[in-house]
């Protein structure tokens, strides 16, 4: 099947598997119902099914994957409602931040070179929480491979929601703000929807903190250069 021929089937086939992973996660309400989850494993059965060429699919959805810039500059928004939160606590939010990105960066290598991955593997894995675009333009930086990184930010954002809170009990945070800091450094914009369903102020802070980490790691990525060399 070619991209011109199945271009309007493959664009309605991506927004109905996301509107009925919305409606089953609504019926379910679970974690692992969420239509981040659920509507790309419905996209890669269906596609499976039909044999679907993936560059066919990847060419008639990129209207979707241009909207996702002014979608993420959508979420800014709430950011600017709750700025005075932002700024009385504007020390310990960036420390959290810097801490957590720098954490996560680091554990992300440390396993990779435990388990002796190739270089390319680690680098693409080093900018994993952070959104898409800025993790794919920093891993071609490195010398990663950007493809690879685009999976590795889907599978951070995904795990994110599905122990994120977890952990977040476990360690006995329950300040909603703090949380929606923890999800939107941890786990990007996944994770800052998941906190905005907390309510609006915490989806304030998943934006501030998925902001935050990916403005740190557009710092740190030269040292990383040098680092992974």
């Given at each position: 099947?070619?991209?011109?021929?199945?271009m309007?089937?493959?664009?309605?086939?991506?927004?109905?598997?996301?509107?009925?992973?919305?409606?089953?996660?609504?019926?379910?309400?679970?974690?692992?119902?969420?239509?981040?989850?659920?509507?790309?494993?419905?996209?890669?059965?269906?596609?499976?099914?039909?044999?679907?060429?993936?560059?066919?699919?990847?060419?008639?959805?990129?209207?979707?994957?241009?909207?996702?810039?002014p979608?993420?500059m959508?979420?800014?928004?709430?950011?600017?409602?709750?700025?005075?939160?932002?700024?009385?606590?504007?020390?310990?939010?960036?420390?959290?931040?810097?801490?957590?990105?720098?954490?996560?960066?680091?554990?992300?290598?440390?396993?990779?070179?435990?388990f002796?991955?190739?270089?390319?593997?680690?680098?693409?894995?080093?900018?994993?929480?952070?959104?898409?675009?800025m993790?794919?333009?920093?891993?071609?930086?490195?010398?990663?491979?950007?493809?690879?990184?685009?999976?590795?930010?889907?599978?951070?954002?995904?795990?994110?929601?599905?122990?994120?809170?977890?952990?977040?009990?476990?360690?006995?945070?329950?300040?909603?703000?703090?949380k929606?800091?923890?999800?939107?450094?941890?786990?990007?914009?996944?994770?800052?929807?998941?906190?905005?369903?907390?309510?609006?102020p915490?989806?304030?802070?998943?934006?501030?903190g998925?902001?935050?980490?990916?403005?740190?790691?557009?710092?740190?990525?030269?040292?990383?250069?040098?680092?992974?060399?």
């Amino acid at each position: 099947m070619t991209a011109d021929s199945g271009m309007v089937w493959l664009l309605i086939l991506t927004v109905g598997a996301y509107v009925i992973g919305c409606r089953v996660n609504q019926k379910v309400g679970r974690v692992w119902s969420s239509p981040i989850l659920m509507s790309p494993l419905l996209i890669i059965a269906v596609l499976s099914a039909t044999r679907t060429d993936y560059a066919a699919y990847q060419t008639s959805t990129h209207l979707l994957t241009f909207l996702l810039g002014p979608a993420q500059m959508a979420m800014v928004i709430p950011l600017y409602k709750h700025a005075d939160v932002f700024l009385r606590h504007l020390r310990p939010i960036l420390t959290g931040v810097s801490v957590g990105s720098c954490a996560g960066v680091a554990s992300v290598i440390g396993i990779a070179y435990l388990f002796q991955l190739s270089h390319p593997t680690i680098v693409s894995l080093a900018p994993k929480s952070i959104t898409t675009p800025m993790a794919v333009s920093v891993s071609h930086l490195l010398g990663g491979l950007p493809e690879l990184t685009a999976l590795f930010v889907t599978m951070t954002g995904l795990s994110g929601i599905l122990i994120g809170p977890v952990i977040l009990r476990w360690a006995g945070i329950t300040n909603n703000l703090v949380k929606g800091l923890a999800m939107g450094t941890a786990a990007s914009m996944v994770g800052a929807a998941r906190a905005a369903q907390w309510g609006e102020p915490e989806g304030a802070m998943g934006v501030l903190g998925m902001t935050l980490s990916a403005v740190f790691m557009a710092v740190l990525a030269p040292e990383l250069l040098w680092v992974l060399d």
